[in-house]
């Protein structure tokens, strides 16, 4: 066989393949997210009478996102700029649409059903805003970082598309937000100009709690049940938009009010209806030691709402105890500095900034799920990325790890060129 041939050969094996490290990081949280969802859905094997059928559904949907992986693998990197306006304008469609006739879930309309299938249009439109700030910020580079027009297009499209996000769920504008403000500062945008919009955002923030607890009801406090029970009788068969945007307010205040509430509870004063997930939760924790239960052994489980979604980690921790738990935590972080690498080797700014955004979407929303199941942060509806158990998120996420194995073999390296020389000169003195 020629070199030639071979050359050939170890490219179309390296273009099927990828990153190596991100393959493993991959298969890895695939691996812990079968049998830790097996092992949470309890509830759903009883209401189904069958205890495979959660479990299975959730693999099939894991070997769709797999094929949808390797799909997008296979596109060249440059190609995903063509995508970025027709995804962006899908997504401020399905997310208007799902603002107005979304199927409600836990009191917040994030749904939309085609055929049968509940699509969250949320996880569509937080790929289409990195790939915009990505694009916007590869075109608009100059010697001294990016141009100040670039800061407003950015803003411009923030308003579009998290601004329908906000008002259904908080947590993922705020988080997307967040990921957009890290790539902007990576991608050079003006100090000053980022300096005010972090002035203004904590102006916002200060300003919105203080609207939320003027707004918003908390039920467990007494002042409030009376004037909950009241409004409820009261309501109106239809809302205008302004009270359909602060619908959620009561949520976030209970939320908020529960956070900052620093009052230690006796366990014999616990009251596991009111604070269910949190006490449970603590409880898997607490009871986890150092190598936990082992797998399949949960006890919270059973008891623990949302056991296989949102405090899934509660559950790893449970069974896995605190290095099995360390050890999936440390996963997302190979794959935040593994792209990091990969993003550092990049010729041009667009594949490097794009699969920046990717990661730091996925391992930040990571971080707040793990935040939220050991009690650091206020509970919110953010699933553990490639690990919970769900639908559109499972496949996009997917999607997500194949556009950084995309740029890991098809963006133009730093390294190619002389590589090149080098082989150009053996076969001259071959020759």
Not at 58 to 65: Q, T
């Amino acid at each position: 066989m020629s070199k030639e041939s071979k050359t050939t050969e170890k490219q179309e094996v390296r273009k099927f393949k990828g990153d190596a490290v991100i393959w493993t990081v991959f298969f890895a949280l695939c691996i812990v997210s079968i049998i830790e969802v097996f092992s949470a859905s309890s509830g759903l094997s009883f209401k189904s009478g069958d205890y495979l059928k959660p479990v299975l559904k959730h693999c099939l949907l894991l070997g769709v996102g797999l094929i949808a992986m390797v799909a997008t693998m296979n596109v060249k990197c440059k190609y995903f700029k063509i995508v970025t306006p027709i995804a962006l304008l899908i997504s401020f469609l399905s997310l208007i649409i799902v603002f107005f006739i979304g199927e409600s879930t836990n009191g917040a309309q994030r749904w939309i059903s085609i055929f049968g299938i509940q699509f969250q249009p949320s996880e569509l439109a937080k790929g289409s805003m990195i790939l915009a700030v990505a694009q916007i910020l590869s075109a608009m580079q100059t010697e001294n970082g990016a141009d100040k027009r670039a800061f407003k297009y950015i803003l411009l499209i923030c308003l579009f598309i998290i601004g329908p996000i906000f008002s259904e769920n908080l947590s993922t504008a705020a988080l997307l937000f967040l990921v957009v403000i890290i790539m902007m500062f990576i991608g050079r945008v003006p100090k000053a100009q980022l300096g005010k919009l972090l002035g203004t955002i904590a102006i916002i923030a200060v300003a919105g709690i203080l609207l939320i607890e003027m707004v918003g009801k908390d039920p467990a406090k007494e002042e409030d049940k009376k004037t909950v029970l009241t409004e409820q009788v009261v309501k109106k068969d239809k809302e205008n938009v302004f009270e359909k945007m602060l619908h959620r307010a009561d949520t976030w205040k209970a939320r908020i009010d529960k956070f900052l509430d620093n009052k230690e509870v006796p366990p014999s004063e616990v009251d596991l209806d009111k604070d269910a997930q949190i006490a449970h939760a603590n409880i898997a924790i607490a009871t986890s030691n150092v190598i936990g239960r082992g797998p399949g052994n949960s006890v919270e489980r059973d008891f623990l709402s949302q056991a296989f979604s949102d405090f899934i980690y509660a559950i790893i921790i449970e069974e896995m105890g605190i290095i099995g738990s360390f050890a999936v935590c440390f996963l997302y972080i190979i794959l935040l500095f593994r792209t990091a690498k990969i993003a550092n080797q990049c010729v041009n700014a667009f594949p490097a900034l794009l699969i920046m955004g990717i990661s730091l979407l996925l391992v930040s929303q990571a971080m707040f799920n793990m935040a939220v199941a050991v009690g650091l942060a206020p509970v919110t509806g953010q699933p553990l990325p490639l690990i919970s158990k769900g639908g559109t998120s499972t496949i996009i996420n997917c999607v997500y790890i194949g556009i950084i194995l995309s740029v890991s073999y098809s963006a133009k390296k730093r390294d190619e060129e002389p590589k090149k020389e080098v082989a150009l000169a053996k076969s001259e003195i071959t020759e």
